[in-house]
């Protein structure tokens, strides 16, 4: 693998706000996506950050810092619907599959 | 518009028997991918292909084999069942190889060899 690391769980209240984080080897690094994955169901696609800064896409944002191999997806205004794996996946230059992360379960409690 | 299908959704094989997953897409896409799930470990990928008639090896596909004769088509083999295969497949395609394509996911196939 290429060394994506992401907390294995968070916990957050109904209406609040959740950061996941995820950090990757910063050589060749060529784009990176997260993904939503409800129980039971397929991945789906959130977001895509290639340069740095921050992405904002209604209630999800994701930020990118190249230079530290650091991104964050950020969830506000939290929903019960929002209770899912969230999953940070790398491209590298010359490689044009992409290497997953473990998953970040994330639960929301009323 | 019916995307990536998988079938089946579920099947329990015994140790040493064989099956096929049928992954197709309707979407033209060139690029396909074979990905397995475990609990904790995210996703692994088995084996890809470029296009029709081209397919290649992914980090986990020791007990696993592809062919891609048609661009919709992307079954994989499972010759001799072993426990260690119990896992969730899951077949994707994306349009191009550019950086930013995203992949487009079956609802994946949960397979338990007993």
């Known amino acids: 693998g290429q060394n994506i690391d992401q907390p294995t769980e968070m916990t957050a209240t109904e209406g609040a706000i959740v950061q996941i984080n995820c950090t990757y080897q910063t050589s060749g690094f060529n784009g990176l996506f997260w993904y939503q994955q409800h129980a039971g169901e397929a991945p789906t696609f959130l977001s895509y950050n290639v340069l740095d800064g921050l992405e904002e896409k209604g209630r999800f944002s994701s930020f990118l810092s190249r230079s530290k191999g650091y991104s964050y997806l950020l969830l506000k205004e939290l929903q019960m619907k929002d209770s899912a794996s969230y999953l940070c996946a790398v491209r590298f230059i010359n490689d044009y599959k992409l290497s997953f992360g473990a998953g970040t379960t994330v639960t929301v409690r009323a | ?114």
């Open chain 2, 1 to 114: 518009n019916a995307g990536v299908t998988q079938t089946p959704k579920f099947r329990i094989l015994k140790i040493g028997q064989s099956m096929t997953l049928q992954c197709t897409q309707d979407m033209n896409h060139n690029y396909m991918y074979w990905y397995r799930q475990d609990p904790g470990m995210g996703l692994k990928l088995i084996y890809y292909s470029v296009g029709a008639g081209i397919t290649d090896k992914g980090e986990v596909p020791n007990g696993y084999n592809v062919s891609r004769s048609t661009t919709e088509d992307f079954p994989l083999r499972l010759e001799l069942a072993a426990p260690s295969q119990t896992s969730v497949y899951f077949c994707a395609s994306s349009d191009t190889d550019r950086g930013e394509e995203k992949l487009f996911f079956g609802s994946g196939t949960q397979l338990s060899v007993l």
